[in-house]
């Protein structure tokens, strides 16, 4: 098998962690993993001790593979999923074998972002709808900041939030749209 990201070098043998092998790539340093191999991982090993968490420091981003990846075992095309709303990486995920790619630096950020010993979740469409919501919400967020000072915003949510709840939302609604 060779990389998906580089084309022609070959995947070696490696170890994500103590237990969990994947196929790596010495150029990239990205690694293709299967979710069976993860998930046996998952039962076998023990859960990181809380102290363990506080150590893993943050990552910096990680430069996540653009163009859409061509899985190393089956050569169908794998389908991105976005990590987190405070990074760009994606995950590549090839449907049809459970085969995962991970760019060079991701496994570290899911442990940054504890999500290591539950990266299925990423694959989920709730999990993708909730980074969406997040990400519009945040959009909303900086629009209103063009047109109103920063120290109003938490006001400001707190309006919406109360208006959200009253029973006469649309008549509240409508005097405020109607000078």
């Known amino acids: 098998m060779d990389c998906p ?3 022609t070098v070959p995947l070696r043998a490696t170890k994500l962690e103590q237990g969990l092998s994947a196929m790596g790539c010495a150029s990239c340093n990205g690694a293709v993993i299967s979710l069976l191999y993860y998930r046996d991982w998952l039962e076998r090993s023990s859960p990181i001790a809380e102290s363990d968490v506080n150590k893993t420091k943050a990552v910096e981003e990680v430069e996540d593979s653009h163009a859409a990846l061509v899985c190393p075992k089956c050569k169908k095309l794998m389908t991105k999923y976005k990590v987190s709303g ?4 994606r995950l590549d995920l ?3 074998c459970d085969e995962v ?3 060079g630096g991701e496994w570290e950020l899911l442990k940054s972002l504890e999500l290591s010993r539950k990266m299925p979740v ?3 469409e709730e999990w993708q709808r909730k980074l969406k919501k997040k990400a ?3 959009v909303r967020e900086q629009r209103l900041l063009k047109v109103i000072d920063e120290t109003e915003i938490e006001e400001v949510k707190r309006i919406r939030e109360w208006l959200k709840k009253h029973p006469n939302k649309n008549e509240i609604m409508f005097f405020l749209n109607h000078e």
């Open 5 to 7: 990201k580089c084309k």
């Open 86 to 89: 405070c990074s760009n990486s």
């Open 94 to 96: 090839c449907a049809s």
């Open 101 to 103: 790619w991970l760019d």
């Open 122 to 124: 990423v694959f989920t």
């Open 136 to 138: 519009l919400e945040d």
